[in-house]
């Protein structure tokens, strides 16, 4: 069975307030289409965060059509499997699910609950596998809390119909415990899992959600291998598609896997993924230490790079203007958006305490981003001395996993 899986693609992402990624996205797929092309993969995973958003523009949701009516009728002989993240609206990604079963594309939206075991309807774990010739996918979508007894009970399913030894690979769209989490900002907010809470039966575990590609129980540094053999099962994280911010300064790539029996060996193959715009730091080398020497870093980049992202590193002790990023955006007028600035900066050095009193006022275009009012609360936490913030961190968490459980049932 041979398998290209990728994950976390983030459809319609505007980066930094300002930034459209339709081209990057574009260049992306281009990318994919031609390594369905020349490996010719039984089947493409896509393991969540199809969207960036719920609620998806109307060109977005025909861009993310177009592309995959395109794959699916380019390559007849190849299934495709969608499942929903949780940045994806279930019901929505799911709508037109048996259109676009005519075309081999099949979308898993719908979480399995605990009445299907109670009521013991049969054979519904078959809403949850697709059957190929050359073997079995498992497909879950985002799931909140431990659903053990669920998802083994659908692998039991299948290793009964698996009379002919076929592999059986399973999607999961989750962050677990054992993950390498570096460039991936919300993970303090996230209910992790364990590998043991996927069950038993499967080769290979088709992972989503957590963005930098890796093998877990397997050091960091086999990324660096452009192929490597494991014994089943393997559990994986393909990495999204693309750097979602300028913290993920790895390589990103798409997971090419062929597996030649149930229980055998897991050969993986790592296709890099040639981003259109890379993300950077400036300067390049150490801090810049005032205004003159951060806006000469951006010329340079400008002429020198002429596209990507960047964001600035600058030393505490530099004073910035209050329309220092007015600055910054006047540089860059001229390049038709080609140069992308994260006015977010990084500071370094020891700050004295009238600077670091000055650093704690939040820049207008780092409050937009936040989504999460824990986020706000942790940035000011030192200002409320009475606050226990172990409690807040706590009943957030127990808040986020009602309101989803919410949205699973709804």
């Not at 590998?195 to 957590?210: C, K, M, P, Q, S």
């Not at 004073?319 to 140069?339: H, R, T, W």
């Amino acid at each position: 069975m041979k398998i290209l899986h990728t994950a976390d693609l983030h459809l319609g992402q505007v980066i930094y307030q300002n930034y459209d990624r339709i081209d990057e996205h574009k260049h992306y797929f281009e990318q994919l289409e031609k390594w369905c092309a020349d490996y010719a993969p039984d089947v493409l995973l896509v393991s969540g965060d199809v969207f960036d958003i719920q609620q998806p523009s109307a060109a977005v949701k025909e861009f993310f059509t177009t592309q995959f009516v395109s794959i699916a009728t380019r390559f007849p002989q190849m299934h495709v499997v969608i499942t929903a993240g949780n940045h994806d609206s279930a019901s929505r990604l799911r709508a037109d699910v048996a259109v676009w079963k005519c075309i081999r594309v099949h979308i898993v939206g719908n979480v399995p609950t605990e009445t299907l075991l109670e009521n013991g309807e049969k054979d519904w774990q078959k809403s949850f596998v697709i059957e190929l010739p050359t073997g079995y996918v498992v497909a879950f979508p985002y799931m909140v809390g431990n659903r053990k007894e669920l998802v083994q009970a659908v692998l039991d399913y299948v290793a009964k119909k698996n009379t002919q030894n076929m592999p059986v690979v399973m999607m999961a769209h989750a962050a677990l415990n054992s993950a390498d989490v570096t460039g991936h900002g919300e993970i303090g907010n996230m209910v992790t899992q364990s590998v043991a809470d996927f069950g038993t039966g499967y080769d290979y575990l088709a992972l989503g959600h957590i963005h930098r590609p890796q093998t877990l129980g397997f050091p960091i540094a086999d990324e660096n291998n452009a192929e490597t053999t494991y014994p089943s099962p393997v559990a994986r994280y393909s990495g999204s598609a693309l750097h979602v911010s300028c913290d993920e300064r790895y390589p990103h790539t798409v997971s090419l896997l062929e597996i030649d029996a149930h229980g055998g060996e897991v050969r993986l193959n790592r296709l890099r993924i040639n981003e259109l715009r890379h993300f950077y730091e400036l300067p390049e080398t150490e801090p810049a230490h005032s205004v003159e020497e951060a806006l000469i870093a951006v010329k340079d980049f400008k002429e020198t790079r002429k596209s990507g992202y960047f964001r600035l590193h600058v030393d505490y002790k530099a004073v910035l203007p209050a329309d220092f990023d007015q600055k910054i955006y006047a540089v860059l007028e001229s390049s038709n958006e080609e140069i992308r600035y994260n006015p977010k900066i990084v500071w370094s050095g020891a700050p004295t305490e009238t600077i670091a009193k000055t650093k704690e006022v939040f820049q207008v275009a780092e409050l937009q981003e936040m989504t999460n009012p824990l986020e706000f609360i942790e940035k000011t936490k030192d200002h409320y001395p009475d606050l226990n913030i172990d409690d807040v961190r706590e009943a957030f968490k127990i808040v986020n996993e009602q309101v989803r459980k919410m949205r699973d049932e709804k």
